[in-house]
């Protein structure tokens, strides 16, 4: 049995790095990210000092560059932790970050790096995790993507819901397969590599490639799983995600690294509340301080409650262009408490109305729970 305040960082880091050197083309390190199955790389000197990162997420959305460019052009600075670090604190920095592995650092060099796989890999070991009912953790009504489509239409929903992994339907909705961002990548890059060598120039048009030439078997669980199998199948088959099913074989959720990850936060009881919100792409501050404002007022009235004790609260937003310059916002919350998972959802014109409404829904489900909760009570004293 181990208790997870007392996993410490080096207990669970990899040892052995695999790096990037800042004058190596970004099609080597590519090669690197494909051949080791990461999705991030530390960027080290000669002397293995600590310089940045590189990552898909960033590749992706900058298209127009080259594959001989050199790593130095497009690494980004991550956070770091150190060997000694709770793993609880680990993950609460990955988490904000959004970053999926974080290099360890002593000294200034890298002594190793942790990703959401290896935290993901003490799951069954820890009971208070381990025993977790999967409904607990999933993301409910999944983002799915059509066997059919291609895989630019994966891109897009990945880029938009800020995940490298998408659960896979046939024409029935039935589950039947997975795509990751790895398999997305290796495809574009070998099309680039073969465009830079001149193999296309004979081509008339652009070869299209489908989801179902590239996904992977579907990693399920049924609905009545705990969190435990699902870690289990998310390891063993080298996926970021895994699909809650019903006896149907229709996906009615997704555990994702980054649920499991919150529910490491959650079980560690790290000191106040974790809020989180991703998919806003605004350089102005201002709208931030306004949310983040709503969100102040929103925990001030929930633990005035008492009966839930506010832990999590995790927002997703999307950017909807409707016509022309005309912007609708939908926002997706999920709200851990100390005894039980909310999610709400609001899609409006006004950034601002979208959140309100949001808390608005959130506050009112965590109260009619609480009024469950003091009905139980009476009946049962």
Known sequence: MVELKAVVVKEVMIKDVVCAHPSDTISKAISKMQEHGFHELPVVDDKGNLLGIINYKTLIRRKSISLYSHVENVMIKPPVVSPDDNIVDAVIKMLDGGFRSLPVVKKGKVV?????????????????????????????????????????????????????????????????????MREISRAIWRAKERASQGELAGEKEKKVVYIKELMSPPVYVEEDAKL??????????????????????????????????????RKGEAEGVFVQITGLDIDDPEPYTVIYDMVESFLN??????????????????????????IKYSVRARFTTDRKLFFAKSYDWNLYKAFKEVLEILERNVKKEREKLQEFRKVTL
């Open 228 to 265: 435990k199998e699902a870690a289990e199948k998310m390891t063993e088959f080298h996926s970021s995600i895994c699909v809650v099913i019903n006896k149907d074989n229709v996906p009615i959720g997704v555990i994702s690294q980054r649920d499991v990850m919150e529910a490491v936060v």
């Open 112 to 180: 190793g790096i942790i990703s959401r796989t290896d935290v993901i890999k003490l799951v069954p070991s820890i009971p208070d995790l381990a025993n977790i009912p999967v409904e607990d953790v999933m993301t409910s009504e999944p983002y799915v993507v059509d066997e059919n489509a291609p895989v630019d239409a994966a891109i897009e929903l990945m880029k938009k819901i800020s995940e490298l992994s998408l659960p896979v339907v046939d024409s029935n909705n039935h589950l039947s397969g997975v795509v990751h």
């Open 301 to 326: 009235k929930i633990n005035k409650l008492k009966d839930f004790k506010p832990q999590l609260l995790v927002f997703h937003v999307e950017v909807h262009h409707v016509t022309g310059n005309e």
